[in-house]
Every structure is written in C-alpha cells, then in structure tokens.
C-alpha cells in the first residue's frame, strides 16, 4: 500500500532555480493537496485540487505553481526558488473535498541557498 | 482559513502518566468536526482522531480520546498511559469554510522514562 508517494525526499536548489515536486496517490482520492511546513508555523496550505481538473489557491499560494495531471498526480513547481521557500513541503489527499482525513506524503525537504 | 490555537508548544510527561494537549478554534459555522495528527521525529503526518460537533459522544481511539467542549471552543487531546512512542508533535486541525483543513502550530510532547 504505497499511499501518497512524494518525490524528491530531499532537495538543494540555489536562488532563482526552478524545480518540480511530484506527488502520486494510489486510493483513487479526489481532492489533492500542497501543504508547507515551518517550524512554530504548522502547515500551510500552497494549492489545493478538489477534483480533477480543478485547481485553487491556499493560504501562501505566491511563487508556487501546480499541475493536477490526473486523478493520481499533484505536482507543485517553484519557478524561481528563493530562499523563503526552504521548507518541509507535504502533498496529502482525501477522499472527498468534504470529508474524511487527509493522507500525507512523507514530506520533501527543500533548502534553497 | 480558521483559526486554530495550540497554546502549549511543548510538554513534558512521565511514562504511564495522562497528558492533555489544548487546542481552541475560531469558527461561526454551526457544523465542523476536529482532527488530531501526530509526528514523530521521523516526519510523517499520522492521523489520530477526528470529531463532528454533532458527535454526542466524545471520540476515543484507543488511548485518544477527544475532549470536545463547545461552549468554549475547544477541541483537547487526551493521552492516557503515555509511551515513550508517543513523544512528536501534535497538530489539531478543522475545516474551514470550503473544506481544507487549517492546521494549528502543533504542541511537542515528550515522554520521559
């Protein structure tokens, strides 16, 4: 049961770098989800698919970018990584845009220097 | 996105003991539910426990259980007979009005021996 599948694990990029985080879900889950995490910040959401097709912002949607490609993938793009964005990023899904818990990823820890 | 407080970042418990994490939420929706995650230091986002606001009962998962109280919107995790596995982070979340889950900036708990 692999779940939701994020890659990669760990990244280093340099300042005004582009990079793509993949993320893959194997429950046939509708919505999909970008969310970062900063230390005594929680988890912020970036973008949010509530269905194929659809895609919204979050709360700290600026300098990122997201395909839904299909029902399963969720990527999120930095175009011009800058080092605010150096964060434990995680992609999680749900069942429903309404209900249920949200699955996670096992996190991808991007540094930008 | 809702607000949601985790005023306690970090606590310290004895093995075997009961410990409660606080979390109070900011909404005017007149239905919501609660969710509680766990992480460990190796990253992943565990779900624990999840509450409606209509649940009569309060929700127990094993050694979880979730001490709602609506009156003054708050939403408590409760640990008995703590382990030392249970020492991560804890994150208690809700939805907001269109469904995504905020997260609060998580309380640290650690289990001494």
Do not use: H, I
């Given at each position: 049961n692999a779940g939701v599948t994020q890659t990669p694990k760990f990244q280093v990029l340099k300042t005004g770098?582009?990079?793509?985080?993949?993320c893959a879900q194997d429950m046939n889950h509708n919505s999909m989800y970008w969310y970062r995490q900063d230390p005594g910040m929680g988890l912020r959401l970036i973008y949010y698919s509530a269905s194929e097709g659809t895609t919204d912002k979050g709360e700290v949607p600026n300098g990122y970018n997201v395909s839904?490609?299909?029902?399963?993938?969720?990527?999120?793009?930095?175009?011009s990584a800058a080092p605010s964005q150096?964060?434990?990023y995680f992609c999680a899904s749900r069942l429903y845009l309404e209900a249920g818990e949200l699955f996670f990823?096992?996190?991808?820890?991007?540094?930008?220097? | 996105a809702q607000k949601i407080t985790q005023t306690q970042p970090g606590m310290f418990v004895q093995e075997?003991?009961?410990?409660?994490?606080?979390?109070?939420?900011?909404?005017?929706?007149?239905?919501y539910?609660?969710?509680?995650?766990?992480?460990?230091?190796?990253?992943?986002m565990i779900f624990l426990i999840y509450q409606g606001s209509y649940?009569?009962?309060?929700?127990?998962?094993?050694?979880?259980?979730?001490?709602?109280q609506k009156a003054r919107k708050s939403a408590n995790l409760v640990i008995s007979a703590s382990q030392l596995g249970d020492?991560?982070?804890?994150?208690?979340?809700?939805p907001d009005n269109d469904y995504k889950l905020s997260f609060g900036a998580g309380t640290t708990v650690t289990v001494r021996a």
């Open positions: 770098q582009s990079m793509t985080l993949q839904r490609l299909n029902k399963r993938e969720f990527s999120l793009r930095l175009e150096t964060s434990v990823g096992e996190g991808s820890r991007l540094t930008v220097l | 075997k003991e009961a410990v409660t994490l606080d979390c109070t939420y900011d909404t005017s929706d007149q239905s539910g609660l969710f509680w995650y766990k992480q460990p230091s190796s990253g992943e649940d009569e009962q309060n929700a127990t998962e094993g050694r979880y259980s979730l001490n709602f020492s991560a982070m804890y994150f208690c979340a809700m």
